[in-house]
């Protein structure tokens, strides 16, 4: 097995390197440093569609990816043979699948192919080799965060997770939640950094769906890193308890109006808190900003109680969109990694367009809520299932693909959904019972873009 805590280490699958080799290309990983790295970087920039890229930039993307194993495909015979033609990054981060209760998980960022050859396999091959590499690696499960939603389906990749952009008239909403006893500071970014990384380690630990942070994120998300854009316009705000605790953080940006200087707009870029009371207070910060009649979002839970703590919930427009894609590689391995809410079994068999993840279990969570997998054909498992119904053990058959598991995993999607969407084949009872048990002991969310 790799070495997970080393992302350098993390090998590339042979067979995409093989295939990419018969079409003439090398897939190779990809140092940072020097003229190389430096073309490198400037590729992940140009499929991203960055307009220009400075020097200055070009050293904050190098300090900013250091965390990742990047690898590039290159094209000996290109104009520019140091410039890759695929770029994809990946590096093992810690996935809360319930609260406490974390799995590795093989990170996926960086996907670009240059223009010039796309559409000939290159991100096919980048991306099933990262997949065959993980499996391989022993990593149970993979994750990405996506900006088109069409490209990763066909890996086995689902939205598990989903985030709210929100749009707030703070003249209608009408705050009504706790007031705050304790003090606000506006602080520097260098200021917050320890406390951003403190914070979200705390919450991201009791969120299903959050990843770890990995070296360099927070020094990223707070715009100090070399060539960051647009840093002089972040603001943050700090809230300490009256016993001296820090317990919230706000970071923000203010956008004027075009006219009226009383219509400013105020934008979150992250709220980050350990519990009801510093939420509520940089909440109050947010909505009671003097000048400002609009408050934006882009990383919302569908649960967030601020919904619950205004007098007008039409004041509020909330606009959802699918966010943490995540990949089942190893079906037994993450399926017992959380806990269930309610005794039963089903013999579940799942396929895969890859071939990495299916196979056929039967899955029962015990009375203390603990899943347990046995393959069908062990002797717990049960003989041959029929092609849909009872097996002879009496335990009913669902059927469904990875994706759509990938999706059910942390409960943020029910079955009964996908079953009425055609992509889970089971009867209504076992359908009812999967609801009830995937139910999440918290609903998830991933905050952050990685
Ligand atoms: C998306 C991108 C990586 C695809 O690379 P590519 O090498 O052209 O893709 P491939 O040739 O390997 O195609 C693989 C499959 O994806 C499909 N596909 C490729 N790009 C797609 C897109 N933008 N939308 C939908 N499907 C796409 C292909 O049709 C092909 O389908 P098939 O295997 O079912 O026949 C590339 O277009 C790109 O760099 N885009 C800009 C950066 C980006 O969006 N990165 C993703 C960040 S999350």
Do not use: C
């Amino acid at each position: 097995m790799t070495d997970r805590t080393d992302p350098q280490g993390l090998p590339l699958d042979p067979a995409s390197v093989a295939t990419l080799a018969e079409r003439g290309l090398e897939f190779r990983p990809a140092s940072l440093e020097g003229e190389a790295g430096e073309a490198y970087i400037r590729a992940v920039g140009h499929g991203f569609l960055e307009e220009s890229i400075s020097e200055e930039r070009v050293e904050g993307f190098r300090r900013a990816m250091t965390a990742w194993r990047s690898a590039g495909v290159f094209d000996p015979a290109s104009a520019n043979p140091l410039s890759p033609v695929g770029t994809i990054g990946v590096q093992v981060l810690d996935l809360t699948v319930e609260p406490d209760r974390t799995l590795p998980m093989h990170a996926i960022s960086e996907v670009t192919v240059a223009g010039t050859h796309r559409r000939r396999g290159i991100a096919r091959a980048m991306l099933t080799g990262e997949l065959r590499a993980a499996k391989a690696a022993g990593t149970p499960i993979a994750g990405l965060t996506v900006s088109e939603a069409t490209i990763y389906g066909r890996y086995g990749f689902s939205p598990a997770t989903t985030l709210a952009h929100w749009t707030i008239d703070t003249r209608r909403v009408q705050l009504t939640g706790p007031r705050p006893t304790g003090r606000y500071d506006a602080i520097s970014r260098e200021q917050a950094l320890a406390d951003a990384q403190h914070l979200h380690d705390r919450a991201r630990r009791a969120r299903p769906g959050e990843v770890g942070a990995w070296p360099m994120s927070w020094e990223s998300l707070l715009g100090l890193l070399p060539g960051s854009k647009d840093t002089e316009k972040v603001r943050v705000v700090r809230y300490t308890d009256a016993a001296g605790g820090v317990r919230g953080l706000l970071v923000y940006t203010l956008k004027s109006h075009e006219r009226d200087y009383a219509q400013h707009t105020l934008r979150v870029q992250h709220l980050l808190t350990d519990g009801a009371e510093g939420h509520a207070a940089m909440w109050r910060f947010a909505l009671e900003h003097d000048l400002t009649t609009t408050v934006t979002t882009w990383n919302t839970a569908p649960d967030e109680p601020l919904l619950w703590m205004v007098g007008d919930q039409r004041g509020i427009q909330r606009e959802e969109m699918d966010h943490h894609w995540l990949r089942i590689l190893d079906v037994p391995a993450v399926l017992a990694a959380r806990t269930y809410r309610v005794p039963g079994a089903v013999r579940l068999r799942v396929s895969d367009p890859l071939g990495l993840a299916a196979g056929e279990w039967v899955f029962r969570v015990l009375a203390d809520g603990a899943a347990h997998l046995e393959p069908v054909g062990s002797p717990e498992g049960g003989g041959d299932p029929g092609e849909a119904g009872e097996g002879a053990d009496g335990v009913a058959t669902v059927s469904l693909d990875v994706a759509t598991l990938s999706s059910m995993f942390l409960g943020g999607v029910r079955a009964g959904t996908l079953h009425a969407a055609g992509r889970i084949l089971a009867d209504p009872a076992s359908v009812r019972w999967l609801d009830a048990t995937f139910a999440p002991l918290v609903p998830p969310l991933l905050s952050l873009w990685y």
